[in-house]
């Protein structure tokens, strides 16, 4: 995570909601609504719940995690794999709930 003032990634926490950047001491970083939900048209979260809208429950709950995850995988962490794995581990289980609705016969 990165701040919005310096564009620099040293921030640290004091405490349980602020977030302060160590080289510009700026309190305003947005922990509900950080950067890497932030994209070009708005909100991720809106985006997903356009997506999983008209999906069944734990299908819609797979697949915002993926969108999510491969969303912010460059921006939250130092090392990208690390969402990947995330979006990874939740779209291999995505998969096997399908695969195991059609062997019930209810797609």
Same mark, same amino acid.
């Given at each position: 995570?990165?701040?919005?003032?310096?564009?620099?990634?040293?921030?640290?926490?004091?405490?349980?909601?602020?977030?302060?950047?160590?080289?510009?001491?700026?309190?305003?970083?947005?922990?509900?609504?950080?950067?890497?939900?932030?994209?070009?048209?708005?909100?991720? #979260? /809106?985006?997903?719940? $356009? =997506?999983?809208?008209?999906?069944?429950?734990?299908?819609?709950? %797979?697949?915002?995690?993926?969108? @999510?995850?491969?969303?912010?995988?460059?921006?939250?962490? #130092? /090392?990208?794999?690390? $969402? =990947?794995?995330?979006?990874?581990?939740?779209?291999?289980?995505? %998969?096997?709930?399908?695969?195991? @609705?059609?062997?019930?016969?209810?797609?």
């Amino acid at each position: 995570m990165s701040c919005a003032k310096c564009n620099d990634k040293g921030l640290i926490k004091e405490g349980v909601v602020t977030i302060t950047c160590e080289n510009c001491d700026c309190p305003d970083v947005d922990q509900i609504n950080p950067p890497h939900y932030q994209k070009a048209n708005g909100d991720i #979260d /809106d985006y997903i719940c $356009d =997506i999983v809208r008209d999906l069944p429950g734990i299908e819609a709950y %797979r697949v915002s995690q993926v969108v @999510k995850y491969l969303s912010r995988y460059r921006q939250k962490h #130092d /090392d990208p794999r690390t $969402d =990947i794995e995330k979006a990874k581990w939740h779209l291999n289980r995505l %998969r096997n709930l399908l695969f195991a @609705k059609e062997v019930a016969g209810n797609e």
